[in-house]
């Protein structure tokens, strides 16, 4: 069965365990650290979601998820 693939970004660990743990049954779950991470994982493999926080270390998840909509 194939699963939908979400990528969630985040600076905080925790807040990426406590995410992954709840889509994991339902999706194929990614994380990412920071934006530059991210960017990283979405270079490598195709995604469907983007589910990012506002604030990250490396900018902002709005500047994220426009380079998303331009890669």
Wanted: net charge negative; glycine share 10%; proline share 1%.
């Amino acid at each position: 069965r194939y699963k939908c693939s979400v990528l969630v970004v985040d600076d905080e660990p925790a807040v990426l365990a406590l995410l992954a743990g709840q889509l994991g049954a339902e999706f194929d779950v990614l994380t990412a650290g920071s934006g530059e991470q991210a960017r990283r994982v979405l270079a490598d493999r195709g995604i469907d979601v983007v589910l990012t926080d506002l604030q990250l270390v490396d900018g902002t998840g709005t500047q994220l998820l426009d380079w998303v909509h331009r890669y």
